[in-house]
C-alpha cells in the first residue's frame, strides 16, 4: 500500500498534477502548488460536485462569502473557543505533535513513540488553537486582529436571511459553496491529504425541525452513491457513524464517508446535522433576527441545517489513489509490456482527447493540425507529436485520456481517423466529419 502511495505521488508530480509549493527554497511543508493536470482535475471535481448537488436540484443555490470576514463570526460560531487540536511536545526532539494521532501509531505494547526520533516521553498535552491569524489595516494591535476563515460554512449561515429571501427559497433548500478554508494543522502530510491551505466544497441544506433525521440519512445516502458514481471502488468506501463522544460541539449526529487510503482508513468527506446551533448563536450574537417564516404553518423557525462538506484535494487524491494500475499488455512482437493506467471516470479526465500525428511529416501536420482545431472547443485537449505512437499511447494513458486521435497517411487520402479507447485500447477507424458527434455521445 506504501508502494501505491509512492508511485502517485511520483506520477503526481512528473506528470504536472502537484508540486512542492517554492520549491526552488527548499518548499513549504504541506503546501503545494497544482500543475496544468492538477488544474484540469480540480476544475472537473469541483464540477461534478457542482453539478449534482445545484445544478440539477431546484432546491439548492450556490454563494461566494469573502475568506476573511467579522472576527465576531467565529466568536459567535463558538470557534475561538473551541477550534482546537490537543498538541503533545517530543521531551527528547522537541518534536511537536497532535496527541490523537500519536495515540493511533501505539505499538504493540501500548506505547506511543515519537515518529522524529523514537522517545516516548512526551508533554502533557495542551490545546492549540487551529485558526489562521492576520491584521487589518496598518496597525497590528488587538483591535486589528482577523482571520483565515477554517470553514465555509459560516459565510452561508450569517447570509442565510438574504439569500432565501433574493432565492425565494421555502424549507427545504440548501446553500453550497465552493472556496478556500485555512487550518494551522499541527500535523499536515501525506501529500494533499492534510494541509493548512486547502479548498471545500460544502453545503448547509436548511430543513424544518423534526424533519432533520430524514434529511440526514438522505445526504448520508446520496454522499456516498456521488462517489461510486464517480468509479470509486465500492470496498475501499465505508459509512462511519460518530459516536456520541467523538460529535462536534454544534452536531446531533455526523457521518464519515471513509475510504482506504495507503495509510488506512480515513475520512473522506463529512455528513453531519448541525441542528439549529449556528443560527441560533449568530441571532443571539448579532441581534439580527435569523428565523425562517413558514407560510403554510403561519409560525416562524429556526432551521435546522445538514452539512455534507468534502476538500477538493482531498477527494482528488482518492480520485488518483482509486484509479491508478499498473497492466501488463501484449505487444506486436508477442510478448508483454507494461503501461500505468489512470482510470479516472471521464467526467474527471483532465484531457478529455489527445490527438497525434503518426509523425511530423510535414504533409501530415497540417491534417492533424485541422482535426485538432475541431477538438479543442469542445473539450480540454492535447496535441502530441513527440516520439514513437505507442510512447504517446502510454503518455495519456498515465494521466487518464479517455481517447486518442491518430491521424495517419491514409487520413489524407481518406479523410479519416483512428480512435483509440483508453481502458479497453480498442480502436475505431471513423469519417473526420463524424469526429466531434462520436465523441461527444461517448463523453
Known sequence: MTDLMEAVTSLAKRRGIAFQSAEIYGGLRSSWDYGPLGVELRRNIRNAWWRANVQLRDDVVGVEAAVITSPKVWQASGHLETFHDPLVECTNCHQRFREDHLQLSANADGIVLCPNCGGAEFTEPKQFNLMLKTFLGPIEDDDAIAYLRPETAQGMFVNFPAIQAVARKKLPFGIAQVGKSFRNEITPGNFIFRTREFEQMEMEFFVEPGTDDEWFAYWVERRMNWYLDLGVSKEKLRLRPH?????????????????????????????????????????????????????????????????????????????????????????????????????????????????????????????????????????????????????????????????????????????????????????????????????KDQL
Open 243 to 439: 459516536e456520541t463522544e467523538e460529535l462536534a460541539h454544534y452536531a446531533k449526529a455526523a457521518t464519515d464517508v471513509e475510504y482506504e487510503f495507503p495509510f488506512g482508513w480515513q475520512e473522506l468527506e463529512g455528513i453531519a446535522n448541525r441542528t439549529d446551533f449556528d443560527l441560533n448563536a449568530h441571532q443571539a450574537a448579532s441581534g439580527e433576527d435569523l428565523t425562517y417564516f413558514d407560510q403554510e404553518k403561519e409560525e416562524r423557525y429556526l432551521p435546522f441545517v445538514i452539512e455534507p462538506a468534502v476538500g477538493v484535494d482531498r477527494a482528488l487524491l482518492t480520485f488518483l489513489l482509486d484509479a491508478y494500475r499498473v497492466e501488463e499488455v501484449p505487444t506486436a512482437k508477442g510478448d508483454t509490456d507494461k503501461r500505468t493506467v489512470l482510470g479516472l471516470h471521464r467526467d474527471l479526465a483532465p484531457i478529455k482527447v489527445a490527438v497525434l500525428p503518426l509523425s511530423r511529416n510535414e504533409k501530415l501536420v497540417p491534417e492533424a493540425r485541422r482535426v485538432h482545431d475541431l477538438v479543442k472547443p469542445e473539450w480540454i485537449t492535447q496535441y502530441d507529436d513527440a516520439g514513437a505512437i505507442g510512447r504517446r499511447y502510454r503518455r495519456q494513458d498515465e494521466v487518464g485520456t479517455p481517447f486518442c486521435v491518430t491521424v495517419d497517411f491514409d487520413s489524407l487520402d481518406d479523410a479519416q481517423v483512428t480512435v483509440r479507447e483508453r481502458d479497453s485500447m480498442a480502436q475505431e477507424r471513423l469519417p473526420i466529419a463524424n469526429l466531434v458527434a462520436y465523441l
